[in-house]
């Protein structure tokens, strides 16, 4: 970095080239792949021409949009259920030190299990199916909100509450017009966050415990028929539902009400 | 009781301990009151690790699911360091990377399985390689945070001293965003601790994650699985304790006075 | 500490040398004009303080002539040399916050001297930390330091490698009252056992007073030099003598401040 670098890095990053490179790179790396694709000799791996194919394949017979629903609705459920039920509890067990001191071994036994490993009990309980696959996306959501929501009301800081009593507030409007607008923002991180993590339990489980859905297209392209086109079609799919999923919840940061604790950046 | 009285020092094994003997007395009772014959009660679940522990195949699946996360978190440290660092230090590079790894980041790992069975067949490689895609985005990302929030006025002291960029990459980069990269690091070894358990699940025939899958497979022995997953949870905090003793060194402990 | 008088010499080499420059920073296509027509000579081992309200350009004079920043136009000279790049020879001190944090305070004094061999380097280090006053730390780390004990490490480190020129960017801002007037004496004295050429930025005029050979007087921006004041009282400066304040007060008057609070 040279010495005018401070006063060259104000130029304008939106010029036409400079955003042309990220696709250039991308092409680049298509190309290599179709080459790769056509020199191996089991021709099992697409290319890329391939598996765009296969996506047109998917929306011909209408299976795209089935699966893609029904991976959403698994997360959207499953997602916000414990999301209802994480969030609450873990801002009341972040307040009070004596909760957290309670709970916290528990928790922290329960962290380092993939949610994966409750298969079995999933499918005991619920049989395969939808409710399974939502039970474990819940799993895979819970503690991570949990975590999320202990840490934010552990992090409010204490001037704000003092400020608030200071000034008489009751308990109810501390926690309305103190406490909450103090949470949401690391709130919303920690959303974002697991909702990516629902999003990659959600695949998995639909490999393993049910009939339908993009992880399920996965598993089943391969196993009828060795449809690889099918199946990188799907990964594809994945990674750019996901994607957007992501986008989503970020400009969901930037709405203008919960920005105030970005002002350093 | 006054919620913001300083708790004491009895207090601290108090409450887990009350907490942990309810919830243990509930799933107790559970079991009776639903007369399930399947699901375990926690006097089950003692009484099969007990089993696990004698038997030595568990210490085996101990060890090779410690091995996969040994070799494919490694790799991933490997490479994923390096890459990251570049890609913080030339945000150039990171413009034009940033959109493909976006885009290979919210694909799980699990999704990868078919295609890693065409690259390496069933078996140790395939999770391996799984476990390395878990560990290797997590890991470049911290390098590149790490990286980009560099305070500027070291970069500009080490470059006031004389030193070339290399130089200045190695002795003041690198430590200033080290303590960020260890906690990617060690978030990093959590999720390869994750992935390894769901890959055993599919693609291999031995490990923690199999034994799970395993317990009920042959036998409905739901007390085994539950106390694998238990195991699963135990040693992952382990590793992950191990790992924030790091975070302790002194010469890298300044970057953490604020961890909780 | 040694009391010697020390005049500045009418007859001193030019050390530094600024020729008309002027700064304009863009952003976002609006153009903001920083700095204006500056000239300005410093001698050989002179100490001269940039003075002026905060954010009026001074730092960014004092990084342009360390050499972080380009002017738009003028040029800036050291020793005959156009300075083109920031240099070992001429070392910025931050305020504390620019100790490593990752190293001891030997490492951190030790920092820019790879070049030598080890038992050099480390006659060094043990040289500059008793000169500032920091033995018996010598293995402990900044965050374990006092904000006044990790300034005089970063001075120890900027000396460690024998510069010809200090650069200090309000150094002492950060630290309560009573330990600036501490760390003010410890400049002096460091000051006058190496001379130096020192050139020193603040907003405080007695901080300027105190310290400088001379004292620049900008104004707010666009900067410009609005005074050059000489300050002719030998060292140690009694603050209460008549011919102190007397300078200070001009000061005051050219600021175009109230003298009563």
Known sequence: ?265 | ?260 | MSVKESFVSPVLKTKLSVENVSMTFKRDGNSTPVLENINLEVGDGEFVCLLGPSGCGKTTLLNAMAGFLSPTSGEIHVGGESVRGPDPRRIFVFQERGVFPWLTVEGNIGFGLFKLPRGEREERIAHYIKMVGLQGFEKAYPPELSGGMKQRLEVARALAVNPDMLFLDEPFGALDSITRLVMRRELLRIWEAERKTIIFVTHDIDEAVQLADRVVVMSARPATIQQIVDIDIPHPRDISSARYLELRDGIFKQIGLAHQV
Request: overall charge positive; glycine content about 8%.
């Open chain 2, 1 to 260: 009781m006054n919620s913001l009285a300083e708790p004491r020092k009895w207090e601290k094994l108090f409450w887990p301990l009350l907490a942990t003997g309810l919830l243990l007395a509930l799933w107790h009772y559970s079991v009776i009151w639903t007369a399930t014959k399947i699901f375990p009660s926690p006097r089950d679940v003692e009484k099969g690790l007990a089993e696990l522990l004698l038997h030595h195949v568990l210490w085996g699946d101990i060890r090779d699911s410690l091995r996969r996360v040994a070799i494919g978190f490694g790799a991933a440290v490997f490479l994923g360091i390096p890459l990251g660092l570049t890609l913080g230090w030339y945000p150039a590079a990171n413009q034009v990377v940033n959109p493909v790894m976006q885009i290979l980041r919210p694909i799980s790992p699990i999704a990868w399985i078919p295609v890693a069975i065409i690259f390496f067949g069933i078996g140790d490689s395939a999770a391996i390689f799984l476990i390395f895609l878990g560990a290797f985005f997590p890991i470049v990302v911290a390098c590149i945070n790490g990286v980009s929030n560099v305070p500027s006025v070291y970069r500009r002291a080490g470059r006031n001293f004389g030193l070339t960029p290399p130089q200045l990459l190695a002795k003041v980069v690198f430590p200033a965003a080290l303590p960020q990269i260890l906690v990617g690091l060690r978030i990093a070894l959590g999720i390869a601790w994750l992935v390894v358990v769901a890959a055993e699940m599919i693609a291999v025939d031995s490990g923690l994650g199999y034994l799970v899958i395993d317990s009920r497979n042959s036998g409905k022995r739901y007390d085994l699985v539950v106390a694998a997953i238990l195991l699963i949870g135990v040693i992952g905090l382990v590793l992950d304790f191990g790992f924030r003793r790091l975070e302790k060194i002194r010469s890298v402990r300044w970057g953490f006075r604020n961890e909780s």
């Open chain 1, 1 to 265: 970095m040279s010495t005018t670098e401070k006063n060259a890095a104000r130029k304008p990053a939106t010029s036409l080239g400079v955003r042309l490179r990220p696709l250039l790179f991308i092409g680049v790396l298509l190309i290599l792949w179709a080459i790769a694709a056509r020199r191996q000799s089991t021709h099992l791996l697409p290319g890329p021409w391939e598996v765009v194919g296969g996506i047109a394949e998917l929306v011909r017979h209408g299976l795209l949009l089935k699966y893609v629903v029904a991976s959403l609705f698994r997360v959207t459920w499953g997602f916000l259920l414990a999301a209802a039920l994480a969030i609450p509890l873990g801002l009341g067990i972040g307040w009070y030190r004596r909760a957290e001191m309670a709970f916290n071994p528990i928790i922290q036994i329960l962290r380092p299990i993939s949610p994966l490993a409750w298969i079995p009990i999933a499918i005991l309980w619920f049989g395969v199916g939808d409710l399974a696959a939502i039970f474990l996306i819940f799993l895979g959501s819970f503690l991570p909100l949990l975590l999320t929501a202990i840490n934010a009301a552990q992090s409010v800081p204490a001037v704000y509450v003092n400020a608030g009593r200071n000034f008489g507030m009751s308990p109810l409007r501390l926690v309305y017009q103190v406490f909450y607008p103090a949470v949401v923002p690391q709130l919303i991180v920690g959303l974002r966050i697991t909702l990516g993590v629902a999003w990659l339990v959600v695949v998995a489980a639909e490999m393993i415990a049910v009939n339908s859905g993009l992880g399920f297209l996965i598993v089943d392209a391969r196993n009828a028929g060795n449809r690889y086109d099918l199946v990188v079609a799907g990964m594809v799919i994945i990674g750019i539902i996901g994607l957007l999923l992501d986008m989503g919840m970020r400009s969901l940061e930037k709405v203008r009400s919960f920005r105030w604790s970005y002002s350093e950046d």
